[in-house]
């Protein structure tokens, strides 16, 4: 799940095309979950989360807009 939010925040498309703010997030929580330890894991997991939530919810707007 790390490497995967990593190479999404490379590539600069999760649900939709992410900017520069929701890239560096999903690097961050890719990055906690690569780092062994369960407060990592569960850091990274809620950042991963929130950028997909957020991403999801850009993409229903921009699809009725």
Known sequence: LGIYAVSAALSGYLV??????FRLLAILGGLFLLIPGNITDIIGLAIIILVYVLQTAKAKIQKTA
């Open 16 to 21: 939709c095309p992410m900017n520069v703010p």
